[in-house]
Each structure stands twice: as structure tokens, then as C-alpha cells.
């Protein structure tokens, strides 16, 4: 009897030669120059990495699922830009590598390996904030229960990317050669039938996202190119009227492409390379963003322009070398304040720059800092005492009190009332030093 799919794909990673755990451990990036067409397969896995982030509302320290994460490649870059990640597969021998790499790539503790059944997710409601499935959903025997498992993980505000491929992909020579060779499953992936499974999942929002790898396989000669601006323009809101004009620029189309019938795709007019290309590209490569809600989910504090608020010191005092800081924060911006983020990298916090004199120059800009308790979002307001993270030295001093996210910017916050936040820092009478 045959195996079936989860058991081949066990079975074909269980004891791979050498030569496939070094072909895992480099992949994607793998030497692309030895023919014409062996760059295709590494630049494709890049653009689509590429294309998941900038699709996904991630902000840093984000947990983040790598469905049928294979090799561990996609793990490693989503380690690597400062989110914590799970991936998940079938077969262990895959998961032996990914190990192996996040450790040789000095991720490992952002990183954690799970096999199991992506139709029956090991997780509770709600781990996930993201959940990214890179060309492994047309191997699932029920992609419909793993979309709905896909959900059930999600947090209320999460997103899924799923990059799969589309129509005739299992007929396809490579497709039917897995099939023959390692006992895979390829299946076709349909916009329809995603948007299904999405609906009955209760994801709100469903996107198919256009790409751009397709337009690298376009070439237009000078005169497409005026045949593209042309087209286009009279395609511009303000000239719906002109239908004329419009059923003219069709009519050369027809004529052009009929009489073009049978030299070189170069000589196509430009509207119809445009189609021709992008309409393939997406029948055989298509991409999907499912959110769990609708809208755009607010930013982080990584986001330097959502960045501003107002600061209010209302009391100060030393506890041995440390001081005490009272405050008033009001959010004022667009982006929410991230209190803790990997490698403290947009970590807002509460920053005092000494001065030389009251309303004077700066003299010491890090002077000292001070960690919010919580995230704060847009348009709320915090109130409460916070402690300094270091010694208050070079006492008495004078010190701007300011927001700062670490490694982005300071806000050159102000008080309430338009005026500068300043405080006063020095030890009371007959006070000891520490």
C-alpha cells in the first residue's frame, strides 16, 4: 500500500544525504549564474519572502507561525528581523536542520520547532499574530480544515499570507515528478476556492494581492512604451467621457495584435504584453492576505512619523542614586507605544537630557532613562511614577524631560501647554550620598 502524503514527506527527510542537508541549509540562497534559467527558483522564494512582509502589519517581538516551514529559511529571516518565530512540519528530519541553522545563524533562541499536523494545529485560540504559508497549502491533503485552523490560532487583529500555486499546477512536469519521485501531494489552488474556505474560516477581510515578479519577463521598446502612456491616459477619471477615444485605442489594439499575429512577442503592443504577462503570472503564482479584522492594524512604534505626544513632569525626588520620576504621557500620534521590543529597538521610553542651565544647551543627551509599565495606544494617557533604569550622577543637574524610541527618534515631546519639560534634579539638606 502506498504511503500517504504526511508519511512520504517523513520518510524522503528522515535520512537525507549530505549533499540535501547542505542544499536545505543554504537554500535559498543558492549559486543562480551555472544557466540562462537557474536564477528563476532562488529569486522567486526571495521576492515572495519579500512580498509576505510587506503585505503583513508585523511589529517587532511579534509571534509569527512558518506553516510547513521545510528547510527554515523564511524562519530565519523573520528571526533575523527581530520577530519571534514557530515553525511547524511533518518531518522531523526537516526540523533536525532548521535547528541547525537558527543555531548556526545565532537565532535559535527567537526560534522554536514543532512537528505536527498542520490540519490540527498543536497551539491554543489565538497564539498568533501572523501566520505565514509559502508554497505548503497545495500539499495539505485538507486545505480547507488547515485555513480554518489557520484562523482558530490567529488573535483577534491577526493576519495570514498564504503565496501558493494556482491553475494546472499539478499537471505540470515538476508537479507530476514529485509525484512519481517523493510521493507528494500537488494540488491546484483556486482564488475561489481560497475565498471559500477564508469565508467559512471567519476571516473579515479577504485581499488577492498583485505582484510584481511578473514585470521583470516584460521588455518594451520605445514606441510600447508611448502605446502604454497613451492607453493610459485616456483611461484617467477625468476622461471617462471620451468613449470615442477609448473604443479608437481598443479598435488599434485588435488591429495590432491581429496583424502582429504571428512575428515575435516584442512587436505586441504594449496593453497586450501588460496582460499577457500579469494575468499569467497570477493564474500560476497567486497570493491572498486574510486579516481576522477589518482595516489596518495600528503601528508601532518602529514607525518613526506616528511617533509624537506630550510629557507632564509633575514631581521629582532621588532614592539613593536613582531617581523617582512622576509623569504625565498623552499619546498624540499614530503609532503605539511599544514598552518592550527585541534588542530594545523602537522601545519607547522616558528620557531625561541634561542641560547646562535651565533652558539651556544639551550637555549630555542619554542622561538617564526611564521604562514605560505597558504599551500605550494612540490618543490614550498614562499617569504614574516610574523609576530610573541607571544612577542619576553629576548631581545637582538640570534635565529635559523628553520620549524617545530607541534607535528611531527622540519626539522633542512638549508639555500640555506648549512649553518645555524640565526638572531639577539635587539632594535635600544634610541628604548622604550613596
Same mark, same amino acid.
Given at each position: 500500500?502506498?504511503?500517504?502524503?504526511?508519511?512520504?514527506?517523513?520518510?524522503?527527510?528522515?535520512?537525507?544525504?549530505?549533499?540535501?542537508?547542505?542544499?536545505?541549509?543554504?537554500?535559498?540562497?543558492?549559486?543562480?549564474?551555472?544557466?540562462?534559467?537557474?536564477?528563476?527558483?532562488?529569486?522567486?522564494?526571495?521576492?515572495?519572502?519579500?512580498?509576505?512582509?510587506?503585505?503583513?502589519?508585523?511589529?517587532?517581538?511579534?509571534?509569527?507561525?512558518?506553516?510547513?516551514?521545510?528547510?527554515?529559511?523564511?524562519?530565519?529571516?523573520?528571526?533575523?528581523?527581530?520577530?519571534?518565530?514557530?515553525?511547524?512540519?511533518?518531518?522531523?528530519?526537516?526540523?533536525?536542520?532548521?535547528?541547525?541553522?537558527?543555531?548556526?545563524?545565532?537565532?535559535?533562541?527567537?526560534?522554536?520547532?514543532?512537528?505536527?499536523?498542520?490540519?490540527?494545529?498543536?497551539?491554543?485560540?489565538?497564539?498568533?499574530?501572523?501566520?505565514?504559508?509559502?508554497?505548503?497549502?497545495?500539499?495539505?491533503?485538507?486545505?480547507?480544515?488547515?485555513?480554518?485552523?489557520?484562523?482558530?490560532?490567529?488573535?483577534?487583529?491577526?493576519?495570514?499570507?498564504?503565496?501558493?500555486?494556482? #491553475?494546472? +499546477?499539478?499537471?505540470?512536469?515538476? !508537479? /507530476? $515528478?514529485?509525484?512519481?519521485?517523493? @510521493?507528494? =501531494?500537488?494540488?491546484?489552488?483556486?482564488?475561489?476556492?481560497?475565498?471559500?474556505?477564508?469565508?467559512?474560516?471567519?476571516?473579515?477581510?479577504?485581499?488577492?494581492?498583485?505582484?510584481?515578479?511578473?514585470?521583470?519577463?516584460?521588455?518594451?521598446?520605445?514606441?510600447?512604451? #508611448?502605446? +502604454?502612456?497613451?492607453?493610459?491616459? !485616456? /483611461? $484617467?477619471?477625468?476622461?471617462?467621457? @471620451?468613449? =470615442?477615444?477609448?473604443?479608437?485605442?481598443?479598435?488599434?489594439?485588435?488591429?495590432?495584435?491581429?496583424?502582429?499575429?504571428?512575428?515575435?512577442?516584442?512587436?505586441?503592443?504594449?496593453?497586450?504584453?501588460?496582460?499577457?504577462?500579469?494575468?499569467?503570472?497570477?493564474?500560476?503564482?497567486?497570493?491572498?492576505?486574510?486579516?481576522? !479584522? /477589518?482595516?489596518?492594524?495600528?503601528?508601532?512604534?518602529?514607525?518613526?512619523?506616528?511617533?509624537?505626544?506630550?510629557?507632564?513632569?509633575?514631581?521629582?525626588?532621588?532614592?539613593?542614586?536613582?531617581?523617582?520620576?512622576?509623569?504625565?504621557?498623552?499619546?498624540?500620534?499614530?503609532?503605539?507605544?511599544?514598552?518592550?521590543?527585541?534588542?530594545?529597538?523602537?522601545?519607547?521610553?522616558?528620557?531625561?537630557?541634561?542641560?547646562?542651565?535651565?533652558?539651556?544647551?544639551?550637555?549630555?543627551?542619554?542622561?538617564?532613562?526611564?521604562?514605560?509599565?505597558?504599551?500605550?495606544?494612540?490618543?490614550?494617557?498614562?499617569?504614574?511614577?516610574?523609576?530610573?533604569?541607571?544612577?542619576?550622577?553629576?548631581?545637582?543637574?538640570?534635565?529635559?524631560?523628553?520620549?524617545?524610541?530607541?534607535?528611531?527618534?527622540?519626539?522633542?515631546?512638549?508639555?500640555?501647554?506648549?512649553?518645555?519639560?524640565?526638572?531639577?534634579?539635587?539632594?535635600?539638606?544634610?541628604?548622604?550620598?550613596?
Amino acid at each position: 500500500m502506498p504511503l500517504k502524503p504526511i508519511e512520504a514527506e517523513q520518510a524522503r527527510t528522515e535520512n537525507l544525504s549530505e549533499g540535501e542537508r547542505d542544499f536545505f541549509r543554504r537554500f535559498p540562497f543558492q549559486p543562480c549564474l551555472t544557466s540562462p534559467d537557474a536564477w528563476h527558483m532562488p529569486l522567486i522564494s526571495l521576492h515572495d519572502y519579500v512580498l509576505a512582509l510587506a503585505q503583513l502589519s508585523l511589529q517587532p517581538n511579534d509571534l509569527v507561525l512558518d506553516f510547513g516551514c521545510g528547510p527554515g529559511w523564511i524562519s530565519e529571516c523573520l528571526a533575523r528581523h527581530g520577530l519571534r518565530v514557530v515553525g511547524i512540519d511533518v518531518a522531523e528530519g526537516a526540523l533536525r536542520g532548521c535547528r541547525e541553522r537558527m543555531a548556526a545563524a545565532g537565532v535559535a533562541d527567537r526560534t522554536d520547532f514543532i512537528r505536527g499536523d498542520v490540519q490540527r494545529y498543536p497551539f491554543r485560540d489565538g497564539t498568533f499574530q501572523a501566520v505565514i504559508c509559502i508554497a505548503a497549502l497545495h500539499h495539505i491533503e485538507d486545505m480547507g480544515q488547515a485555513v480554518a485552523e489557520i484562523a482558530r490560532i490567529l488573535r483577534p487583529d491577526g493576519e495570514a499570507i498564504l503565496i501558493e500555486p494556482g #491553475e494546472d +499546477h499539478s499537471q505540470k512536469e515538476q !508537479s /507530476r $515528478r514529485a509525484v512519481e519521485e517523493h @510521493g507528494t =501531494l500537488e494540488q491546484d489552488v483556486h482564488p475561489s476556492h481560497v475565498f471559500r474556505w477564508a469565508s467559512e474560516a471567519g476571516f473579515a477581510e479577504f485581499f488577492v494581492v498583485p505582484q510584481y515578479f511578473a514585470f521583470p519577463a516584460m521588455r518594451w521598446n520605445w514606441t510600447q512604451w #508611448e502605446q +502604454h502612456c497613451e492607453m493610459a491616459h !485616456s /483611461r $484617467r477619471p477625468e476622461r471617462s467621457a @471620451g468613449r =470615442l477615444r477609448r473604443l479608437w485605442q481598443l479598435l488599434k489594439i485588435w488591429w495590432s495584435a491581429r496583424s502582429w499575429r504571428d512575428a515575435a512577442r516584442q512587436h505586441f503592443p504594449a496593453e497586450w504584453l501588460f496582460h499577457l504577462h500579469f494575468d499569467q503570472w497570477m493564474r500560476d503564482h497567486c497570493c491572498y492576505l486574510l486579516r481576522k !479584522s /477589518r482595516g489596518d492594524r495600528p503601528m508601532g512604534s518602529t514607525w518613526a512619523e506616528g511617533c509624537e505626544g506630550t510629557i507632564e513632569p509633575l514631581g521629582v525626588r532621588l532614592e539613593g542614586d536613582q531617581v523617582l520620576l512622576r509623569v504625565r504621557l498623552r499619546n498624540t500620534g499614530r503609532a503605539t507605544w511599544l514598552a518592550h521590543t527585541w534588542g530594545e529597538f523602537g522601545q519607547v521610553r522616558v528620557g531625561l537630557k541634561r542641560l547646562d542651565s535651565p533652558g539651556g544647551a544639551v550637555v549630555e543627551t542619554d542622561y538617564l532613562r526611564f521604562a514605560l509599565p505597558h504599551d500605550i495606544s494612540p490618543g490614550a494617557e498614562w499617569e504614574g511614577q516610574l523609576r530610573s533604569m541607571g544612577p542619576a550622577a553629576e548631581l545637582p543637574a538640570v534635565a529635559a524631560v523628553d520620549l524617545v524610541s530607541e534607535q528611531i527618534k527622540w519626539f522633542q515631546a512638549q508639555r500640555p501647554d506648549g512649553g518645555t519639560p524640565e526638572v531639577r534634579l539635587e539632594r535635600g539638606p544634610g541628604e548622604p550620598h550613596p
